[in-house]
């Protein structure tokens, strides 16, 4: 439970709380949580702020200072964060459900896990953010910066990542992008690593046709193709010349033998 003062101080307005934080620069407001939503904190300081599980749906928070505040578990869906300071911010497992985090600094920020379906992130500035299976579904990360940023097991299915900067960026191996791509755009304008470019255009077409495959009407016809899709799937789906050599090794020992 927060301290009363503090959230007190905080319903008196913006103004008020931000003259009680220069006044009392030593001390870290625990709202914790707190019910905050629908609430004006237009250029609010809180920095370093605990806001753990607090509500805060469809909170104006513009340009707001979120620098390393504690979110985790926090409810910010549909919230107004474009043009925020959330450096080395705790948003894990929070959930950004179509909020607007337009031009938004989370360098360094963690949000593993977090819930980011319908995110606005154009502009954003992710550089060493961890997204580490975070879901975003839809998200709209265009022009966005992910140098160094992790997506390690990250949900990218119909997410918009034109004119991205990739450079350095972590993503795991084929393992962890398997049907996490599915309608992946804007992948033709990023830069800083074509590797992953390559890879996350591969996998959307072999995301796209798992699906069509579970699409077909015919019940016989569709575990015949599911059955040959996950043997595909034992080789790599091609990608991996080892496990191609393998295959073809074991296929011309089973002949050699009949």
């Keep these: 439970m ?10 008196e307005g913006t103004e ?17 949580g707190e019910d905050l939503s629908e609430m004006d904190l237009t250029g609010a300081n809180l920095g370093e702020v605990d806001l753990t599980d607090a509500e805060l749906f469809q909170t104006d928070l513009t340009e707001a200072n979120l620098k390393m ?11 107004d964060l474009s043009g925020a ?10 959930c950004l459900i179509e909020a607007d985090l337009t031009g938004a600094g989370l360098g360094a920020a963690n949000l593993r896990g977090a819930d980011l379906r319908g995110t606005k992130l154009r502009g954003a500035d992710l ?28 949900n990218l299915h119909n997410a918009n990542l034109a004119g991205t900067n990739l450079t350095g960026m ?16 804007g992948l033709d304008s990023c830069f800083g690593d074509p590797l992953f470019v390559r890879d996350a255009k591969d996998q959307d077409y072999l995301d796209t046709l798992e ?10 016809k569709r575990r015949w193709k599911r059955f040959w899709f996950s043997a595909w799937g034992l080789i790599d789906y091609g990608r991996s010349l080892g496990k191609l050599a393998l295959g073809a090794f074991i296929v011309t020992m089973f002949f050699g033998v009949i």
Aim: zero cysteines; charged letters at 30%; proline letters at 3%.
């Design 2 to 11: 927060a301290e009363t003062t503090h959230i007190d101080i905080l319903y």
């Design 16 to 32: 008020a709380w931000n003259e009680w934080r220069r006044e009392n620069p030593g001390e870290r407001p625990n709202l914790a």
């Design 69 to 79: 505040a504690v979110l985790r578990g926090a409810d910010l869906s549909g919230a």
């Design 85 to 94: 300071a959330l450096y080395k911010t705790e948003l894990a497992d929070a």
């Design 127 to 154: 550089n060493e953010a961890d997204l580490s299976n975070a879901n975003l579904n839809e998200a709209d990360l265009t022009g966005s910066n992910l140098t160094r940023a992790d997506i390690t097991g990250a």
């Design 170 to 185: 972590k993503d795991g191996g084929f393992r962890e992008k398997r049907g996490r791509y599915y309608g992946i755009r």
């Design 211 to 220: 699906v069509a495959i579970d699409e077909t009407p015919s019940t016989g």
